[in-house]
């Protein structure tokens, strides 16, 4: 049974150092965990060293940070091994970059727009703007430096696999920029895009170009490991494909996926478990391992104990392929701001080595 966990370098500290990484990856260890996703490209850059990144950034990996003069993807790698533990690296933010980012900066021409040519999206009723731009997955460079950047991962590192999550996407306000508008006149023999970014040709048109887009990165990994797991992390899928094009089961039926990790956020059980019992779900893992991303928590968003232990039981109890836990620092304190509030052991060994199976054999 998959029992994984999501290592971010946002409110966390324990990729900082391979003191760190030893500690944390024995304490999941203990409790029987047997994969981790640690992130690996994050605000416009990498944090392990990239000659893909450099050539865009000019930095091969993520400047003033805890990063610099290590390979901290070599050292998870390193310190999993001896603990039979899978190492999938998670490229946390796809196609997304922060607008003041090298990225988004110096390749102005590769953001995709609204229809007011903006690069950020109007988010909510009050007209808030998203904190980040996105790159264009119709456009052929952008298809080329992800390919490059995740393909660079699989021959570098004996990892087992890649994952690409929410951030991976074509929000429907977005694709209004000069050279998608063109694209979509050349497939609709001349027509120009509906100004309703919800119209249902619109989603079908943008959900098409990013599973092109997924179908390269794809191709990419196989060409040079057949057993490269390609896991993918996607929201609820109503969500998923009506708001940003992420048509996963769409994927699942052209064998893009190796591994589902469907993300189901929420506090309530009953809402948790109607998201489970969704037929695409339900479909998806009759054909390909599926587990449920559960929230431990954020910063600013405590989840109690009892919520997670409700959750997992839920998991183990419909005997799901397993569960991924968002994030590591909150999977260990229960509450991280204004003062932290640590989560037993006892509570802990509760909630987590209750299942009859925790190791994930065929994929080590």
């Not at 900082?16 to 690996?40: M, Q, W």
């Not at 994952?163 to 998608?180: A, R, T, V």
């Not at 249902?200 to 191709?219: C, F, K, M, N, S």
């Not at 893009?256 to 309530?268: A, F, T």
């Amino acid at each position: 049974m998959l029992k994984s966990v999501w290592l971010t370098n946002i409110d966390s500290q324990v990729m900082n150092s391979r003191k760190n990484l030893a500690e944390g990856l024995h304490r999941l260890a203990d409790l029987g965990f047997n994969t981790i996703y640690p992130v690996v490209w994050q605000r416009g850059y990498t944090l392990y060293p990239s000659e893909v990144a450099k050539q865009w950034t000019g930095s091969p990996l993520l400047p003033n940070s805890p990063f610099v003069g290590r390979d901290v993807l070599k050292e998870i790698i390193e310190l999993a091994r001896p603990l039979n533990m899978r190492v999938i690296p998670w490229f946390e933010y796809g196609l997304m970059v922060p607008p003041r980012s090298t990225i988004a900066r110096q390749y102005k021409d590769l953001l995709t727009l609204d229809i007011n040519e903006n690069p950020q999206r109007i988010q909510g009723a009050n007209g808030e703007l998203d904190p980040n731009v996105w790159l264009n997955p119709c456009h052929y460079r952008v298809r080329k430096f992800m390919v490059d950047l995740i393909t660079e991962v699989v021959r570098k590192y004996p990892v087992a696999g890649i994952q690409l999550d929410d951030h991976f996407s074509f929000p429907q306000e977005m694709g209004y920029d000069k050279f998608s508008q063109q694209l979509f006149q050349q497939h609709n023999y001349g027509e120009i895009a509906p100004i309703e970014h919800d119209s249902e040709i619109w989603l079908q048109w943008g959900a098409e170009r990013l599973t092109e887009l997924l179908q390269q990165i794809v191709r990419g990994v196989k060409s040079i490991r057949r057993d490269c797991i390609v896991s993918i992390s996607p929201n609820p899928l109503a969500f998923s494909r009506t708001r940003y094009l992420a048509d996963w089961q769409k994927w699942q039926e052209l064998g893009l996926m190796d591994e589902l990790v469907l993300q189901v956020y929420r506090d309530r059980l009953d809402f948790f478990e109607i998201e489970l019992s969704k037929p695409e779900v339900q479909a998806a893992r009759v054909t390909i391992p599926t587990s449920i991303g559960i929230l431990a928590g954020l910063r600013t968003r405590p989840i109690a104990s009892q919520i997670i232990k409700e959750q997992v039981a839920t998991i183990y109890a419909q005997q799901f392929g397993g569960l991924a836990c968002f994030f590591y620092e909150t999977l260990f304190h229960e509450q991280l701001s204004p003062s932290r509030v640590s989560r037993s052991q006892s509570q802990l060994v509760d909630i987590f080595t209750n299942d009859r199976q925790t190791t994930f054999n065929r994929f080590m």
